[in-house]
């Protein structure tokens, strides 16, 4: 696969910071975030594989979330400061565990790795977008998607935003196994206990129940971390709360 489209922003250059978006979105909306930081931190931003302007995944070998996991790895040349939301946070956590040394800190917004919260899962959104895949509806199986976890007026968007995210709900299905079985193992015994970097792990007061859930499962076992809920904020505040997710951030900055 070839190389991800990389966003850059202004910032200190002595202090290098990688965020990596969620699902069916794109880097572009780290940049108010990046703005926010520049005095503190240079972050740079990937279209992940199949979003924005970055190739699409090829499909097969390796899965498509390792592909994305091998693919932010490979921006990493020295320790920096990690930072993901939704998918993205569980891709950041994953490098975590693999390569500790090359984290500064980890900022996790809203990680969907439901494996750490089996009993909190919802089977019924992903069986029903997989119905609707395998009948092959896929505008209906995105917006069903979306509705719960994209924070957007479907009827809003444009037809070619309408084609790119019944695209991309493909994707959605092909990281399933990753998120609610964690076939990637980042929950292995002694993985996330190794990670000795300061962590904070940032939720919406409005998000989906399993989202604390998750937080639960993953602070029960993290030597340094700290949790932050953002008031009358849902799963896309990086989008919706800039401001706040960045004063976060920076709070975690601070403790590495």
């Not at 520049?38 to 090829?58: C, K, T």
Request: glycine share 8%; proline share 8%.
């Amino acid at each position: 696969m070839s190389a991800l489209h990389l966003r850059r922003w202004p910032g200190n250059e002595d202090r290098p910071a990688l965020a990596l978006h969620c699902m069916m979105g794109n880097a572009v909306y780290w940049g108010p975030i990046a703005e926010a930081l520049r005095d503190r931190v240079r972050i740079s931003a990937p279209d992940l594989p199949g979003h924005g302007q970055s190739p699409d995944w090829p499909g097969g070998t390796p899965d498509y979330y390792t592909a994305v996991t091998r693919a932010a790895a490979a921006l990493i040349d020295r320790p920096l400061d990690l930072i993901g939301h939704s998918m993205g946070a569980t891709v950041a956590l994953r490098i975590a565990v693999a390569a500790p040394e090359a984290v500064r800190s980890l900022t996790l917004i809203e990680p969907v790795l439901f494996a750490a919260a089996p009993e909190a899962q919802n089977d019924a959104l992903m069986e029903d977008v997989a119905a609707r895949l395998a009948a092959g509806e896929d505008t209906e199986a995105a917006r069903a998607f979306l509705g719960i976890w994209g924070g957007i007026d479907w009827d809003s968007q444009t037809a070619a935003g309408k084609a790119r995210l019944a695209r991309q709900i493909h994707l959605v299905q092909a990281s399933n196994q990753a998120l609610r079985q964690d076939s990637a193992n980042i929950l292995r015994p002694e993985g996330l206990e190794a990670i000795d970097a300061p962590v904070l792990i940032v939720m919406g007061e409005d998000s989906p129940a399993v989202i604390p859930a998750i937080a639960d499962a993953l602070a029960a076992r993290l030597p340094d971390v700290a949790r932050a809920r953002v008031p009358g904020a849902g799963h896309m505040l990086p989008i919706t709360h800039p401001r706040q997710v960045a004063e976060l951030i920076g709070l975690n900055l601070d403790r590495a």
